[in-house]
């Protein structure tokens, strides 16, 4: 089936919440809105503002500031002792966009280069819907988190006291998937994205001049034989069942032709979708580091941080979630034994905390998945914002009921 068969069929099918495809016009705009006037980090006032506002007129209790700007819309309805969250992302990237859209970021060197504007935009088009309708019976915790793109955001509001003030059985997320064509979603059990870890590695030689190498100790020599040393841990340390990254984002020495600095500095990133695999990678990064620079007898420092676990999917919010959306695109276009994918996510830390789910909803082909997430041409697609909305009405009727 064409992408625009896709799309026809569930912007048209009755297993779609019609009057979240009717509104869907509003919520494009405000998508647009946000895209327009990006927020970086922690530093997304007028977004959780814009937020926190639709939230109150629409009759949520709400509460803001948590974690510095996140806000918590909740909602009860009936009687019922269970409880929902479901949290979408706000914060933008710096990145310069140069997309030409006429609703393309007025703010330069910020950028919703990953679709948080339009995680936000489903999540308030449900928003405004279960309001209306309370067709639940339990509590639900909308949840507006800042700072995703850093891998802060979620943990901040956590420590906020997020789940204490705000319990929940479950928690859910959603983020689009370009090259997943519109119409199918990704939602499987066990990890969906990769820890990530960073490390800042220094070698400290002697500098001196370029002409005369044997008078110092070059620390740019044992930089490039570590670079390479470094990409043998997964191509010789790994199963190769297993997956994992190793990669070097920057390299930092010396400021002219003619001389040889006293250090290097290296800016390591990786990954893995499983623990005893990140465990591996960081003795063998510690390793390998102290080891080379022994060779070539220069110091070494290591500052090794984790900052995100694995994305765990537990078994009956995933089941909950499968069935649901089985319900609105049909058993064919929901994939459960799609991989890992290799970015990481924040939502981790929420997921950890309290059982989750966190799926992929497809962004599009073509020219819609040609663009990965991260790049100054990105775009989210307006079509996806009934069918992320929907699922999560249906999610939360099914969920609270």
């Given at each position: 089936m064409s992408e625009d068969a896709v799309l026809e069929a569930d912007t048209t099918s009755a297993q779609l919440v019609e009057a979240i495809v009717a509104d869907a016009p509003r919520f494009t705009e405000i998508r647009r809105r946000i895209h327009a006037h990006p927020e970086t980090g922690f530093d997304v006032v007028n977004t959780a503002g814009l937020v926190a506002g639709l939230l109150r007129e629409w009759g949520y209790d709400v509460h803001t500031g948590i974690g510095g700007t996140g806000v918590v819309g909740q909602l009860r309805a009936g009687s019922g002792t269970r409880s929902i969250g479901i949290r979408a992302d706000m914060d933008a990237l710096p990145i310069h966009e140069q997309t030409q859209l006429p609703y393309a970021s007025k703010i330069a060197g910020k950028m919703h280069a990953c679709g948080h504007d339009g995680h936000t935009a489903i999540l308030l088009a449900a928003a405004k819907y279960l309001a209306e309708t309370r067709a639940f019976d339990g509590t639900l915790n909308l949840i507006f988190q800042p700072d995703e793109e850093n891998l802060c955001g979620a943990r901040r509001m956590i420590e906020d006291g997020l789940f204490e003030r705000f319990p929940c059985d479950a928690v859910y997320a959603l983020h689009n998937g370009p090259g997943i064509p519109v119409g199918q979603v990704v939602v499987k059990t066990g990890g969906v994205t990769a820890a990530s870890d960073v490390a800042t590695v220094t070698l400290k030689g002697v500098g001196g001049h370029g002409a005369m190498p044997d008078k110092a100790r070059d620390p740019i020599v044992a930089a490039g034989s570590l670079i390479m040393a470094l990409q043998t841990i997964v191509s010789r340390?790994?199963?190769?069942?297993?997956?994992?990254?190793?990669?070097?984002?920057?390299?930092?020495?010396?400021?002219?032709?003619?001389?040889?600095?006293?250090?290097?500095?290296?800016?390591?990133?990786?990954?893995?979708?499983?623990?005893?695999?990140?465990?591996?990678?960081?003795?063998?990064?510690?390793?390998?580091?102290?080891?080379?620079?022994?060779?070539?007898?220069?110091?070494?420092t290591i500052e090794y941080k984790r900052l995100v676990p694995v994305v765990v999917n537990a078994e009956e919010p995933t089941a909950i979630a499968r069935d649901v959306l089985t319900e609105i695109v049909g058993s064919p276009n929901v994939l459960t034994d799609s991989k890992a994918v290799m970015g990481s996510e924040d939502f981790?830390?929420?997921?950890?905390?309290?059982?989750?789910?966190?799926?992929?909803?497809?962004?599009?082909?073509?020219?819609?998945?040609?663009?990965?997430?991260h790049n100054p041409k990105y775009d989210f697609n307006d079509r996806i914002i009934s069918l992320g909305a929907s699922y999560w009405v249906k999610l939360v009727e099914k969920y609270l009921n």
């Open positions: 340390n790994l199963p190769a069942s297993e997956v994992g990254v190793v990669s070097i984002g920057g390299i930092h020495a010396g400021a002219t032709h003619n001389v040889i600095p006293d250090t290097v500095q290296l800016l390591l990133n990786m990954r893995s979708t499983n623990p005893e695999i990140r465990e591996r990678i960081e003795r063998r990064v510690q390793e390998i580091v102290t080891l080379q620079a022994q060779c070539f007898g220069v110091e070494a981790a830390w929420m997921s950890e905390a309290v059982p989750g789910c966190y799926v992929m909803i497809g962004n599009g082909v073509g020219e819609w998945g040609g663009c990965m997430v």
